[in-house]
């Protein structure tokens, strides 16, 4: 069995509107010095058999086909 993590983020330039309500939460929670936030996914997965370079390229694919929007979200594949 191997175990990945994918982090999904949005690109640089994209709006995230869900980053900055979150960066107002905590400033109204009384954090200060809170420059930025960006907010992101992450997909714990497994995948069966013991070929990391297969695994990891079908980690990709799943990405490049349903967990990322390429157009607008960066992804990382990191198998752990």
């Not at 980053?19 to 400033?27: C, D, F, R």
């Not at 996914?41 to 990709?60: C, H, M, N, P, Y």
């Not at 694919?61 to 960066?74: F, G, H, P, Q, R």
């Amino acid at each position: 069995m191997i175990k990945a993590r994918i982090t999904v983020t949005l690109k640089n330039g994209v709006l995230d509107p869900q980053g900055k309500a979150i960066e107002h939460a905590l400033g109204g929670l009384g954090f200060a010095g809170i420059g930025s936030v960006r907010q992101g996914k992450v997909f714990d997965i497994e995948v069966d058999g013991s070929d990391r370079a297969k695994a990891e390229t079908e980690l990709k694919a799943m990405c490049d086909k349903l967990l990322a929007n390429t157009v607008i979200e960066n992804y990382s594949v990191a198998i752990i």
